[in-house]
T-cell receptor, first 109, second 118 residues
Framework: DAKTTQPNSMESNEEEPVHLPCNHS???????IHWYRQLPSQGPEYVIH???SNVNNRMASLAIAEDRKSSTLILHRATLRDAAVYYC??????????FGTGTRLQVFP | DAGVTQSPTHLIKTRGQQVTLRCSPK?????VSWYQQALGQGPQFIFQ???????QRGNFPDRFSGHQFPNYSSELNVNALLLGDSALYLC?????????????????FGPGTRLTVL
């Protein structure tokens, strides 16, 4: 299984942009890059995914390096509700999700 | 839409006992995956069920078994409980259809069952 590397923790102030990095140098050609987040006392929830091109949705943007060996999840304006553990995961579409320890994001008012 | 539901919310068992956890997938979904999340760790994949068969399995012993019913709901059974089985057990559902994903299928997670083994 391809491995991802993320910082253990990051901090942001409310309404500022947040860039959460993820390195995945051993990514395979069929691996999607998935981002899930886990709010306190909840199950993980889907944030965004991509394969090769940058992606935008109502929650976030995903910027994927041209060689696909790294990616960045971008929260354009952090809110207190965005405080969570963010997981960057590689895998085929409906395959098992291999979670690492993720990045704990703290958002300050 | 009820989303993924799990029962019970919390459970306390003693070593050596057996436990059954239940999951109802999101409406329209046909695939159920189970994950174990120890305190401070990311979820670890246990297994996935589709068409009432185990489709994939993670690195868990045979003490962990499952079942999927015709209505797509699922059970996770753990025999001979150990202290180390104490964790949050998460169920996730997705749509596979005919064994091949037709489009990207995000997984929807339930709130989990907190199992404590004493």
């Amino acid at each position: 299984d391809a491995k991802t590397t993320q910082p253990n923790s990051m901090e942001s102030n409310e309404e500022e942009p947040v860039h959460l990095p993820c390195n995945h140098s051993t990514i395979s050609g069929t691996d999607y890059i998935h981002w899930y987040r886990q709010l306190p006392s909840q199950g993980p929830e889907y944030v965004i995914h991509g394969l090769t091109s940058n992606v935008n949705n109502r929650m976030a943007s995903l910027a994927i390096a041209e060689d696909r060996k790294s990616s960045t999840l971008i929260l354009h304006r952090a809110t207190l509700r965005d405080a969570a553990v963010y997981y960057c995961i590689l895998g085929y579409n409906t395959d098992k999700l291999i979670f690492g320890t993720g990045t704990r994001l703290q958002v300050f008012p | 839409d009820a989303g993924v539901t799990q029962s019970p919310t919390h459970l306390i068992k003693t070593r050596g006992q057996q436990v059954t956890l239940r999951c109802s997938p999101k409406s329209g979904h046909d695939t159920v995956s189970w994950y174990q999340q120890a305190l401070g760790q990311g979820p670890q994949f246990i297994f996935q069920y589709y068409e009432e068969e185990e489709r994939q399995r993670g690195n868990f012993p045979d003490r962990f078994s499952g079942h999927q019913f015709p209505n797509y709901s699922s059970e996770l059974n753990v025999n001979a409980l150990l202290l180390g089985d104490s964790a949050l057990y998460l169920c996730a559902s997705s749509l596979l259809t005919s064994g091949v994903p037709l489009s990207y299928n995000e997984q929807f997670f339930g709130p989990g069952t907190r199992l404590t083994v004493l």
